[in-house]
């Protein structure tokens, strides 16, 4: 059950409900407490979330 500080949203890799803190916001990344993987908030009304892309080294060329 989500208290005041959390809402649910959706794992886009399991469809589960999961919570999320209140005062997510757009870009920030979150660990599925379900699925284990790093997820990206794609919108905050309603939340939705999407499987967070591979981050590439970069070596500043």
Known sequence: M????????EDP???DEIEVPADVEVG???DSPVSGAE???VSTDPVELE???????????
Do not use: F, K, Q, R
Not at 55 to 60: A, M, Q, T, Y
């Open 2 to 9: 989500a208290n005041d500080s959390t809402i649910t949203a």
């Open 13 to 15: 890799l399991t469809g």
């Open 28 to 30: 920030e990344i979150i």
């Open 39 to 41: 997820l990206e908030v």
């Open 51 to 61: 499987e967070a892309p591979e981050l590439e080294e970069d070596w500043g060329e």
